[in-house]
């Protein structure tokens, strides 16, 4: 059974980081494309960043130069480097692969 499990989200203050981690079972982590969503609420969900199996990325434009997405293919692992925070980045944050495959996703919640 394929599993995403992310974990890291919390309560941050605005201009603070968060780093999320998307821990990936029951594929071939190596090959496949991941990608980090987030959907705030009466809000669609939208896609934040993604990363190919070769390591090429892709950002939202609201997060370009703030967050970061990287993985590690052997911990099976996809991160979020979240810097720079704004109230509007608090959403609920999921990770994703090819196959409607979603983790439960973990809250961050930006505020003073």
């Known amino acids: 059974q394929v599993q995403l499990v992310e974990s890291g989200g919390g309560l941050v203050q605005p201009g603070g980081s968060l780093r999320l981690s998307c821990a990936a079972s029951g594929i071939i982590f190596s090959a496949r494309i991941m ?19 070769g390591g090429s990325t892709n950002y939202g434009e609201s997060v370009k130069g703030r967050f970061t997405i990287s993985r590690d293919n052997a911990k099976n692992t996809v991160y979020l480097q979240m810097n720079r925070l704004k109230p509007e980045d608090s959403a609920f944050y999921y990770c994703y692969t090819a196959g409607a ?12």
């Open 35 to 53: 990608a980090w969503y987030r959907q705030a609420p009466g809000k669609e969900r939208e896609v934040v960043a993604t990363i190919t199996s």
């Open 101 to 112: 495959y979603w983790g439960q996703g973990t809250q961050v919640t930006v505020s003073s």
